[in-house]
Nanobody, 127 residues
Framework: VQLQASGGGLVQAGGSLKLSCVASGGSLSSAGMAWFRQAPGKERDFVASIRWPTGSTSYADSVKGRFTISRDRVKRTVYLQMNSLELDDTAVYYC?????????????????????WGQGTQVTVSS
């Protein structure tokens, strides 16, 4: 599976951005897809995940109520709608695929459980 992320940019605090990640090749029939983010000098953190077949979603506490993950099965694309952006949301955002969805949330939150990664897209929130 190859992943191509896009949609990052510079936005003022309180604004919105929508990230996209297109998956090509491979099968997503049993997959889980996720967004992670990594700020300078920090670890890569879980943001949200979606179960490809069913569309069920999970979120990190820090983004609940502000971010929404969704997918378009025909376009093989996962989205991350980010609203009410805060300075702490500044990071490089990565999409990732686990070919077999992991029902355990703790496992889904760990980067090493994902096999395929996109190249990352920078999101910068300014005051």
């Amino acid at each position: 599976v190859q992943l191509q992320a896009s949609g990052g940019g510079l936005v003022q605090a309180g604004g919105s951005l929508k990230l996209s990640c297109v998956a090509s090749g491979g099968s997503l029939s049993s997959a889980g897809m996720a967004w992670f983010r990594q700020a300078p000098g920090k670890e890569r953190d879980f943001v949200a995940s979606i179960r490809w077949p069913t569309g069920s979603t999970s979120y990190a506490d820090s983004v609940k109520g502000r971010f929404t993950i969704s997918r378009d099965r025909v376009k093989r694309t996962v989205y991350l709608q980010m609203n009410s952006l805060e300075l702490d949301d500044t990071a490089v955002y990565y999409c990732a695929v686990d070919p077999i969805y992991n029902v355990d949330l703790r496992s889904r939150s760990r980067p090493h459980n994902y096999e395929y990664w996109g190249q990352g897209t920078q999101v910068t929130v300014s005051s």
